[in-house]
């Protein structure tokens, strides 16, 4: 089949220069259409299902909502696991799907779920949330401040700026931080109440009398209906002070009427006071525009800027571009780009250098734009955007998809300048001649790659992108070599000046070095053993491991935790005070803060100048400036960006058992376990952070005393407290809420709160403290259950790059803890991911090996030489473990990727000696003379596609924006194939003398010998 392809291909020019410009025209219009993002669209098994329930603690939102929903959840197909977090004012559903539910349709059938519970009235819409391999979904982020007014500046973004955003094509939604929505409130002072005889319930009833439309029946005229309408509309905030109450008359005949404004404070203005948004130390207006997953963030980002441009800014208004991931993504995806140019660049220079002649060179580089354009057109039509792993498959195959050409126009060139009537028929010789080699060592660096391209799990799935760009060009290589090259050696080397061949000084010396080591075959096989035995043993425990390695980021996030029950104020008084440090540091860019005061929380973003050079050094100033502000619990400071936003750092152990008890008990010794391991930060549990809370706790005889129910009592205080929504008016042409209750101002302490009065079922007002007694008391932040069954989640941060070494240290810790019989655990998140990876990856190697193996039992026929190159590939391990300890690299996922492309590229070399051997010995060669002259032959092609590759990763090998992909990839490639290249030409030959008995060769002799005679 091989041989009809090449002859087509020499008798078709017309047609074969056809499909070269169809490949390249298919190619440049790939790139055009293709879409750009940072990291590969891939399906995260997880949901997250949020629903606010304001004023309700985690015992009822786990009640009403969180068990109800649960039961609904667990009973859809596909999921594994359902997360229920229960906490004040809203409820956290984290489901866990199996690997082949698709996320779409996932999405579908928990919004079915979730309509078949019937949710209290005052929760909130629920809000679906799909993970990303990016943590934070928004691909541009915008800030507008000013000194003016902060209600018009918000006015503007929401009537001006938000919906110019969402109407731009390819958006998911806007997020909006800053805009706070206003409402009419009417807060009774309880003072005043007890004077005038009045309560909550008399005002709520006055006011509703007071706001209301009411049809009351038709008349009939003499030619028409008429229908009669009574109603009465508040217009103002005037009109609602001056609400009659009447109060209860002290003298018969009387009726005493005050304004509402004698017992209330009448506001207009916003309902969110705990939260806050400044930019650059000023309040402003933040928002983020989010794209869902697989969209042209590039092109969208674009679109963005332009609509932005002509947006006309009041004067004194400022527009800041906070944070722009197009920026990121085309430096990631344009460096990997750049890297690939270098490497193919490298690759010309190495193959013209050997050659030294500019015609072959161009012939044998023709391969790498081929297979580059012919990938793209591939790609686009399977649906995978361009991104940092597609780029990085290009990247690694540009070395490797030359050499298929290389082989072949290295054994044309030879032979047509060696011979004196060159001929077409000779190109074609030649090309079959190493035909069967290049296929064989293309089919088995497929077959390499290809179990990688099925790896299962999250982290499988993010690199299947590159394993299946480096198999499309490897195969594009192949049909290049064996089509194109013979015919363009055809067109241009037939008129190349023969010249006789002779040994280079290389060749020389290695026939000597091989000579030798063929003689002395167990001295050289046992300094090989020893030295890769040695490797493993010394620097391999020194290397450590970890899961992917940290990007370099110039965004960052200070996160500040506050004590549990902290007055919003005060939370952003320690905000404010992290700000003054950050804006009077000098690198220092956009500093945007968001205090969510809710939940004693802070978190204020900020971007250090290119002009810094040393990003690390400046950050642990920070964070030593950061312990002088003494007020918050916790103050952290993690980079922005990177592989779901550094969670590759984290370390997530779930605790579960059949007695809560026993739970807390395991988890309390486990952190404390956990904190003594080095390299682990802010440890802590879900159980950690109690909330100070006031409780009601009632009698049930004084309830009935009273006139009471327990239900009754907790509706009354909830709208006491919170308020209650009684009525709607429109208010800067917009319809707006009217919520009544307490001024909680004047409600200082637990006397004056149990002086509050409620009305019975008589409509008597009774006082608190004549029903119960209150206290204040500490409970539980968040209620979690996994599955319907309460458990406890530790988490710790992993700080030391060998996270894998501070994971496993976590893990024998736990693991040499006396632990309740009920209690199991398991790890999840990025540790999980880790050990599920690294078992997937190694099975990965395994798989590949005895593809390799099969492989090459069928192309050679036998099991004996398939063997000796198979023995080839461990010497790859002393280059690749030397390179990662020079460059102080520890082993992860790129680094394991890396030993799996070596067991391709180094078996393509043994291929190409161990096929030349076999020709020799059927010209009736002797075992001896065939091994010397297929490496003499084979030299020049070996060193030239193992230097082509190593010149083409050593870009990515120097690069500082190697990013996931890492530098420790390439690394690994250009230390195994140097060692293993230097060991094949070696190793291969000794070995394959040893699996043929010396007798055989002595016999050969004899027989020669014989003839000669």
Known sequence: MIKSVIQFSMKNTVALLLMVFLVV????????????????????PYLTVVIPYPGASPEQSTRDIGEPLERELMNIDGVKNVYTDGGANAVYETLEFNLDVKMKDAEQLVRSAIDKVKLPDTAGNPELIKQGPDADPAVYTLGIYSKGDNEKLQSYVKDKVVPKLESIEGFSKVDVGGIEDKNVFI????????????????????IEANNFTVPTGDIKSENEVLPVRVSKELTSLEEIKNIKLFLKPSQPGQLPVIDLNKVAEVSYESQNVTDFTRINGKEGVRFAVSVEGGANVVGIVDEIKKKMKNVELPEGYKLVTLRDQSVEIKESVYTMLREALLGAGMAVLVTLLFLRNIRSTLIAIISIPLSILASFTVLNMLGYTLNIMTLAGIAVAVGRVVDDSIVVIENVFRRVRASKEPS??????????????????TITTVAVFLPMAFVPGI???????????????????????????????????????????????????????????????????????????????????????TFLPQEESRDFDVNITMDKGTDPNLTSDAANKVEEILLDTEGIGLVSTSVNGQYERASITFHVKDSITDVDALVKSLRNSFKSIKEPQEISVTALGGLAGGAESQYVMVVKGSDFEEIKSASTKMVQAIKEIPGMADVHSSLEGDKPEISLEMDDKKLAEHGLMAGMVGKNLRDMLNGDVVTSIEMDNEKTDVTLGLKMGAISSLEKLGEQKILNVMGEPVALKEIGTLKKVKNRDVITHLNGNE??????????????????????????????????YYKEGASAAMDEGFKNMGIAIGVSVLLVYMTLVIAFGEGKGPFVILFAIPFSLIGALLGLFIVGEPIGMPAMIGLLMLNGIVVTNAIVLVDKVKQNEKRGMPKHAALLDAGVIRLRPILMTAIATI???????????????????????????????????????????????????????????????
């Open 187 to 206: 807060r009774l002072i309880p003072e005043k109440l007890t004077k005038y005889g009045l309560t909550l319930e008399d005002v709520k009833r006055t």
């Open 424 to 441: 077409a028929k000779l190109v074609e010789q030649s090309t079959r001649e190493v035909a069967a080699a290049i296929t064989s060592s």
């Open 25 to 44: 025209g298919g190619g440049i219009y790939s790139l055009q259409q293709i879409n750009i993002e940072k990291y590969p669209n891939v399906d995260i």
């Open 459 to 545: 982290v499988g799935n993010f690199f299947a992108p590159l394993a299946w760009t480096i198999v499309i060009s490897l195969v594009f290589s192949l049909i290049v070599a064996i089509t194109i090259v013979p015919l363009l050696s055809r067109i241009f080397l037939l008129k190349v000046k023969p010249k006789e061949h002779k040994e280079t000084g290389i060749q020389r010396i290695y026939r000597k070095s091989i000579g030798w080591s063929l003689r002395h075959r167990l001295i050289t096989m046992a300094a090989a053993l020893i030295l890769l035995i040695a490797t493993a043993a010394i620097i391999g425990p020194k290397l450590g491991t």
């Open 791 to 824: 458990y406890v989640m530790v988490y710790g941060q992993i700080t030391d790059a060998k996270t894998g070494e501070v994971t496993k240290n976590a893990d024998k810790a736990i693991e040499d803890l006396a632990l309740p019989k009920s209690v199991t």
């Open 951 to 1013: 010149g083409a990763l050593i870009p990515m090998a120097v690069s500082a924006h190697a990013g996931i992909v890492s530098s420790s990839l390439a690394v690994v490639v250009i230390g195994g194939l140097t060692t293993s290249t230097l060991l094949t030409l070696f190793i291969v030959p000794v070995l394959y003398s040893l699996f043929h008995p010396v007798k055989k060769l002595k016999k050969q002799k004899k027989d020669l010998q014989s003839q000669a005679g």
